[in-house]
């Protein structure tokens, strides 16, 4: 069964930083991973998503890499702003049809002004 | 538009009443999915449509019955709920769940659901 973890559970960083959020899985066979943020009592904003023949998605400021066979993902958040301050989940989603996303637990996101 | 609308946002029930949730996307996805998430954790599956038809139950309790009428629309029927099914109740889009398609899902804000 896979099972996913993410590191730091919560981060506070000053405005400006950059930062890396880290996602973990167990089972390497994957068809893709989805990075979410959520903010508190609101729907998931889908960020990235990268196949599991790919190494790196960008979007503006973000940058997510995937490497399957560690069972690993990071999602790097550059030149951080009050308005980047969310919950940040990592989802992946099993090689097999039928497989849908099992989402990590999450890191709370601060960015202080 | 990528966009997944959910009504209502809130709503708050009590133990005998009858109640659905509704959510409704007009992206031309053919796979919907329900998800329950409690406070502070991670969304859980709790259903998966593909072309209209059920295709994943994560052994959710019968008091929720999910029902498709059609591509764009997706509801969850509640009966006789308990307390701690209090939670917000998420629903997805993706494209389809085939393996040759992206399968970005999008996300609709939520109805956050009380019962008393």
């Known amino acids: 069964k896979q099972e996913v973890t993410q590191i730091p559970a919560a981060l506070s960083v000053p405005e400006g930083e950059n930062l890396v959020l880290n996602c973990s899985f167990t089972?390497?066979?994957?068809?893709?991973l989805q990075w979410f943020r959520q903010d508190p009592g609101k729907g998931l904003t889908s960020l990235l998503l990268?196949?599991?023949?790919?190494r790196e998605q960008t979007s503006g400021r973000l940058n997510a890499s995937l490497d399957k066979s560690s069972g690993r993902s990071t999602l790097y958040i550059a030149a951080s702003q009050p308005g980047d301050s969310a919950t940040y989940l990592c989802?992946?989603?099993?090689?097999?049809?039928?497989?849908?996303?099992?989402f990590g637990p999450g890191t709370r996101l601060s960015v202080l002004p | 538009d990528t966009e997944v609308t959910q009504t209502p946002k809130h709503l708050v029930m009590g133990m005998t009443n009858k109640k659905s949730l509704k959510c409704e996307q007009h992206?031309?996805?053919?796979?919907m999915y329900w998800y329950k998430q409690k406070a502070k954790k991670p969304p859980e599956l709790m259903f998966v449509?593909?072309?209209?038809?059920?295709?994943i139950n994560e052994s959710v309790p019968s008091r929720f019955s999910p029902e498709c009428p059609n591509s764009s629309l997706l509801n969850l029927h509640l009966h006789a709920l308990q307390p701690e099914d209090s939670a917000l109740y998420l629903c997805?889009?993706?494209?389809?769940?085939?393996?040759?398609?992206?399968?970005?899902?999008?996300f609709g804000p939520g109805t956050r659901l009380t019962v008393l």
């Open positions: 449509y593909s072309y209209e038809k059920l295709s």
């Open positions: 997805a889009s993706s494209q389809d769940i085939l393996r040759d398609r992206e399968n970005e899902q999008f």
């Open positions: 990268i196949q599991s023949s790919q």
């Open positions: 089972d390497s066979a994957i068809y893709n």
């Open positions: 989802a992946v989603r099993g090689d097999n049809y039928g497989q849908n996303f099992v």
């Open positions: 992206m031309g996805h053919r796979a």
